[in-house]
């Protein structure tokens, strides 16, 4: 059965440090893996996205994600982190149907 | 522009009363999806639509809760009787094939509050 799982329901940062939210998922066939980000009372807006190729992507926002097959990971990093990162962010896997993570919610310490 | 329109964008309504959500891929993509979000959790897919023919609807409580999408372009999400346990956030999403793969493209949303 795929599965999604975001170790950390919350990580705090300070704003100009580096970021890395991790997620790793069960999947049957190679995954397409995704990573949406949702503002309070918002929907899913899509970060970034692996299906082939390049193993390391980049996204919106300054945001890149790695996808490590050995490891079963899809870890979403970035740099430096702007207070207005601050939001649910949800790895989710699948092609149809697509299976999410329980979120981590990121906090920006100014 | 957004991809998916989605109203109303809260409702409140009490135990036992029947509820709808409507939801338009602006685009008239044909994949459509409604997902149930409970507060702290992440999305959970209810109902696949591909044109007006229902995909996937092996997780929608049928008992209560109904979907349809009879023209093939906007879809109605219905609930009834509502329970304490729905409330949650309604979320509709389409398909969009960018970059050689499909995406899923959300909505804003629908937050439900059952009294």
């Known amino acids: 059965a795929q599965s999604v799982t975001q170790p950390d329901i919350h990580?705090?940062?300070?704003?100009?440090?580096s970021l890395e939210l991790r997620c790793n998922y069960s999947y049957g066939a190679t995954p397409y893996l995704f990573w949406y980000v949702q503002s309070p009372g918002q929907g899913l807006q899509l970060l970034l996205k692996y299906f082939s190729g390049d193993t390391l992507v980049q996204g919106i926002k300054g945001f890149e994600a790695e996808f490590k097959r050995s490891q079963s990971s899809f870890n979403l990093r970035k740099p430096s982190v702007h207070w207005s990162d601050a939001a649910e962010y949800f790895c989710a896997v699948g092609r149809n149907k697509l299976v999410f993570g329980a979120g981590t919610i990121l906090r920006v310490k100014s | 522009e957004a991809e998916v329109a989605q109203s109303p964008r809260y409702k409140i309504t009490e135990k036992s009363q029947a509820v709808a959500f409507w939801c338009d891929p602006i685009s008239g993509h044909a994949t459509l999806y409604w997902y149930r979000q409970i507060l702290g959790q992440g999305p959970e897919l209810l109902v696949q639509f591909q044109d007006e023919s229902v995909v996937d609807d092996s997780q929608l409580p049928k008992d209560r809760f109904s979907a349809e999408r009879l023209k093939g372009v906007d879809s109605t999400l219905k609930i009834?009787?509502?329970?304490?346990?729905?409330?949650?956030?309604y979320l509709c999403a389409t398909t969009i094939f960018a970059g050689d793969t499909d995406t899923q493209y959300f909505g804003p949303g629908t937050r439900l509050t059952v009294l």
């Open chain 1, 11 to 17: 990580i705090t940062v300070s704003e100009g440090a």
């Open chain 2, 80 to 89: 009834q009787p509502a329970e304490l346990g729905d409330s949650a956030m």
